[in-house]
Each structure stands twice: as C-alpha cells, then as structure tokens.
C-alpha cells in the first residue's frame, strides 16, 4: 500500500523567503509527526498532530517554524524568513495513533537548503 | 531530558560477519525502543519495535535486545550482506521520540 509521502523532495530558496513542505500520511493513521534532521546530527522532534490538533509544538525551534494538518491527512510544515541554519532534511512520519505500541513509518523527507 | 547515545559512531566489516550495534538511553522510562535503518537520500525503514513489556525481537538476520533497567539496546546483525549498509537509528519512545546519531555501517564485499 501507499506510504508517507512528502513534497517536494528537494526544495532549495533564497535566505529570508518563506517555504511549505507538505506531508500525506498513511490513509487512516490519526498521528502525524515532523522532524529535522541536519547534516551529520540525529532527527530532532519539532511537532505531531493527533487529529488535527497540535497537543505538543514544544520542539518547534522558533515562532517562524509553524504547521498544520486538516482533515486528519495532509500536514504542512511552514518556515518563514528562512535563515541558513534551517537548512535541514525535514521528515515526516505517521502511525496509527499516538498511543506508543504503534510504529511510525517515515517518508522520504524533503531536503531543504538555503542560500 | 531524555538523551540516547549510539555506539560505534561508524563501523566497517567484511561481509558475512556478525556484529552488534550498541544503544544506550538516560531515561528508562520509555514505552518502547525502536530501531531504523536510513540510506543515503531516503527516509528511515523500521526494522524492529521492542515494547517496554519485551525483553527482544527478531526479524530475520536482525535481532535486537532491550534491557530497560540499565538503559541499553543492542542490534546484532547476523551474517552481514554489502546491502546491510546504511545508517542504523536507534529511538525510544517515552513522551515523543528520541533518536541516537546513529551508527554508520559499511559491509565490505
């Protein structure tokens, strides 16, 4: 069956511009987390969705870091004023629910870097 | 805070050799302890999910271990393949997800 999606793959912008990046969960999976993960570093947690709710944005790095999901399925990830410290693999992940027996399956990320 | 430590860094053999990778974690107050595998340019694979409740799983060549108490995990690969390479993650889940940096390995062939 289909996995986690996400778009684009790679995604390269100016320092300053804003950016989406868009995740498509696995049909039917209630939770949804993003990630970042830096050149050479492990995945930092920024924020999951249970639902459409954002419980926990407590790893969202700064105000210019936000996301939201609708319709329990597509999540963006939004980044304003992009700095070059931002450049990252953004990863997305879904499971069925929250609850913490359920594995998360990861999509392909979307590598972001600004110039 | 929850912190969790991977080791080797890196980590190079011939193939056909056993090996085991090693985790360790702060907090052993987690729910379970998770073990990925990431390729270069791709997103991460799952390979094994141990439930706090578990002592280890095995999924074909993999096997991997969980001692709550002490706060370890270990990934022992069996009779390693050239394809085996990649990075291998380690995370555990208490109130989110927690990941290692993770081991590099490469299976020379």
């Known amino acids: 069956g289909a996995g986690v999606s996400q778009s684009p793959s790679n995604k390269v912008t100016e320092k300053g511009k804003d950016v989406e990046l868009r995740c498509d969960p696995i049909s039917g999976h209630t939770a949804l987390y993003w990630y970042r993960q830096r050149l050479g570093q492990g995945l930092e947690f920024l924020i999951y969705?249970?639902?459409?709710?954002?419980?926990?944005k407590s790893g969202l790095p700064s105000d210019r870091f936000s996301a939201e999901r609708t319709g329990e399925s597509v999540s963006t990830l939004t980044i304003q004023r992009t700095q070059q410290e931002d450049s990252a693999v953004y990863l997305c992940?879904?499971?069925?629910?929250?609850?913490?027996?359920?594995?998360?399956?990861f999509g392909p990320g979307t590598r972001l870097t600004v110039t | 805070k929850q912190e969790v430590t991977q080791i080797p860094a890196a980590l190079s053999v011939p193939e056909g050799e056993n090996l085991v990778l090693n985790c360790s974690f702060t907090d052993s107050a987690i729910y379970n302890l998770q073990w990925f595998r990431q390729d270069p340019g791709k997103g991460l694979t799952s390979l094994l999910l141990?439930?706090?409740?578990?002592r280890e799983q095995t999924s074909g060549r993999l096997n991997a271990s969980l001692d709550k108490s002490s706060g370890r995990s270990t990934l022992y690969i069996a009779a390693s393949q050239p394809g085996d390479s990649a990075t291998y993650l380690c995370a555990v889940y208490g109130n989110k997800l927690v990941f290692g940096a993770g081991t590099i390995l490469r299976v020379k062939s």
């Open positions: 969705f249970q639902g459409n709710s954002a419980p926990d």
């Open positions: 992940a879904s499971s069925l629910t929250k609850l913490a027996a359920y594995e998360q399956y």
């Open positions: 141990i439930q706090s409740s578990q």
